[in-house]
């Protein structure tokens, strides 16, 4: 970093927590350097869902599978399996018109989608439960951005799920089992929302 301000060096991180990791670990005074600025997944604008999603009532739901000796160091994997499934079942029965579409966003996130395929009823895996393709190349994000722009509510755990959705302004509950999480609510003082 004393370079980089050395040699007058355009310095800006985004608001993840590095603001919070720059302080703690370098020291506040080198905020003086540097420009934190909101993520540029804030203001994402993307087009309206397919035909398949329109006219559907649906919670969108990413949830990361990787990192797993992080992620689930205070409720282990399988009781995070067990208290979606919980969540799930007690969602689709009080809403009963909602779906449930299950976004991954890396191929280790299908690894989640099918272990709590596996554990869910089956009525509900046939007729509520929805998932998204896994896209890359250009402009594949958008296809699914959309996804999450059709949704009446998003529960996520990677930060540009959160951020996208966010930025869509669609309902959104961030699912911490990851410290950038945590600071992006923090930051945003929006902690009442994970």
Do not use: W
């Not at 980089?4 to 003086?32: C, P, Q, T, W």
């Not at 799930?88 to 395929?117: A, C």
């Not at 959309?146 to 540009?160: C, D, E, M, P, Q």
């Amino acid at each position: 970093l004393d370079l980089l301000i050395k040699r007058d060096d355009f310095i800006s991180i985004r608001n993840d927590g590095a603001k919070k990791a720059i302080i703690d670990h370098v020291g506040e005074e080198y905020m003086k350097h540097i420009n934190h600025t909101a993520d540029a997944g804030f203001f994402i604008d993307v087009d309206e869902p397919s035909d398949y999603y329109k006219g559907k009532r649906y919670i969108a739901i990413n949830v990361a599978y990787d990192m797993q000796e992080v992620r689930y160091q205070n409720l282990s994997y399988k009781e995070f399996l067990n208290t979606f499934k919980k969540f799930i079942g007690s969602f689709l029965n009080k809403y009963q018109d909602y779906e449930i579409v299950f976004i991954p966003h890396i191929f280790r996130d299908i690894t989640f989608i099918n272990d709590i395929l596996e554990i869910l009823d089956d009525d509900i895996r046939r007729s509520k439960i929805s998932i998204s393709p896994l896209l890359h190349g250009k402009d594949s994000f958008k296809k699914i951005m959309s996804i999450y722009k059709g949704a009446s509510l998003v529960l996520a755990n990677r930060f540009h799920a959160n951020v996208c959705s966010i930025g869509l302004d669609i309902p959104t509950i961030g699912l911490v089992n990851y410290r950038q999480i945590q600071e992006l609510y923090n930051e945003s003082n929006s902690t009442q929302y994970i």
